[in-house]
């Protein structure tokens, strides 16, 4: 089944040609450069920019592939959650072309697709799995019970993991993508130098509380700046990110101890992290887990991700009429 799939939830556009968990082609638009001078994604320039490439992108991975529209079978769509403007761009688009090519139209939740994304290189694995989904705007450990089955065990209750480390990033000087570039400059932890905080939820067992790092960070800079003083950024860098995979690796093992999972997934833009796959990949080791993530290409937006999981909404019976619209906010666990 060759599904042509969208991918338009933030400032990638992108269109993918895949077959099953077969990728024939994955074509990626991004607006990395014009949102740098911002310091983070504009949503109107986003949704402008989306609007002026979604065609050409989608022409581009059908050439990838080597089809054309008429060899199609379905188009899917990320329809949620992510920037309004942008996702209305992706649905409107998709719509459109599933109508004039006469073909079913598959809804697909962004955070779902991120965890197909670990289906694309690991071919023997399947539900059931304990997944983290880390990213900008979203932090969830989640049981994936089916291909379209998932339940929420935990999540932050204010900033996801991504967002507190671009913003703490953002803060030290950094440029956009702040988590990416704190991820390259880190170098090794000072607590003693930096003693910066491990936020309480306060709620259930397994939620996330990332906003006090956050504060943290600002007012450390803020503080260091009146007083005239120098910081050493790739310090401060190293510790906030100790300090997010501390909580983030701590709260998925116990999840995954507490209701009997042997095998953990990792989702999200979050998952490139390069502390968070090596320290992970260790406990898991030592504890006899088996741990997935996907390859670096697929961790951020794509559409190969969005047509993976696609194929199996539709196998599940999800497909959407034309009245399909797009939807800012929507828990993964939606029926």
Known sequence: M??????????????AVTDGRR???NIVATQIAEHRIYGGVVPEIASRRHTEAISTVCSEALKAAGIGYGDIDAIAVTFAPGLIGALLVGVNFSKGLAMSLKVPLIPVHHLRSHIAANYIDNAELEPPFLCLLVSGGNTVIAEVSDYTKFKIIGGTLDDAAGECMDKAARALGLQYPGGVMLDKIATEPDEKKYPLPYPHSGSGEFDFSFSGLKTAVVNLVHNAQQRGEALDVPVIAATVRKR?????IDKTLRAAEKYGYKTIAVAGGVSANSELRRRLKCECKNRGLKLYYPELKYCGDNAAMVGVQAYYEYADGNTASPSLNANATMPIDYR
């Not at 060759?2 to 269109?15: F, G, R």
């Not at 997010?244 to 983030?248: A, I, N």
């Open 2 to 15: 060759k599904i042509l799939s969208i991918e338009s939830s933030c400032d990638e556009t992108a269109a």
């Open 244 to 248: 997010v995979c501390d909580m983030l």
């Open 23 to 25: 990728v024939l082609s």
